[in-house]
């Protein structure tokens, strides 16, 4: 079994969530802002990815009001992000989805969060990145954290 590495300083659990969270925090707006989206954006197409979803469905996922996700699904469909489409199944309901510009700037910005990830987490062992993926996981899914970005068995 691997040793972890102690360092001179070693922070405690919730520090240490927090400030991982925001490092994560500025990945993503840094990715964002190189592929010229807003953070807004890019989390708005990880969540609709592959599959047609409801606007309900989407504003649910991404914890914002309806008037908020509105503005933001008019601000993506103008940037030539996503379309909307009635839902076959519901005649008072619109399915939003990725356009191929969508589906092209969604897999470069994911690329590169996931590039980025993968340095912050190039000190790690394999024992380490193995206890890491299990522990993250497991809160996750225990407390049902919103589907916000897709897994790799998803891609």
């Known amino acids: 079994m691997d040793e972890?590495?102690?360092?001179p300083q070693q922070?405690?659990?919730?520090?240490?969530?927090?400030?991982?969270s925001a490092l994560v925090q500025?990945?993503?707006?840094?990715?964002?802002?190189?592929?010229?989206?807003?953070?807004?954006?890019?989390?708005?197409?990880c969540v609709v990815g592959d599959t047609p979803s409801s606007m309900v469905?989407?504003?649910?996922?991404?914890?914002?009001?309806?008037?908020?996700m509105t503005g933001l699904v008019h601000r993506a469909e103008q940037a030539g992000l996503i379309q909307r489409a009635p839902d076959p199944g519901d005649g008072r309901s619109t399915l939003i989805m990725l356009?191929?510009?969508?589906?092209?700037?969604n897999s470069a910005f994911r690329a590169t969060v996931g590039e980025r990830i993968e340095h912050i987490i190039a000190t790690l062992s394999?024992?380490?990145r193995s206890n890491l993926t299990a522990a993250l996981s497991r809160v996750a899914?225990?407390?049902q954290a919103p589907q916000t970005w897709p897994t790799e068995q998803e891609d």
């Open 4 to 7: 972890v590495n102690v360092l």
């Open 11 to 20: 922070l405690d659990l919730t520090a240490g969530l927090i400030r991982s």
């Open 26 to 45: 500025d990945i993503l707006a840094a990715a964002s802002a190189e592929h010229g989206l807003t953070p807004q954006q890019s989390q708005l197409m």
């Open 57 to 68: 469905r989407l504003g649910a996922l991404l914890r914002i009001g309806k008037s908020s």
């Open 99 to 105: 356009t191929a510009e969508g589906r092209r700037a």
């Open 126 to 128: 394999a024992a380490e």
């Open 141 to 143: 899914l225990t407390n």
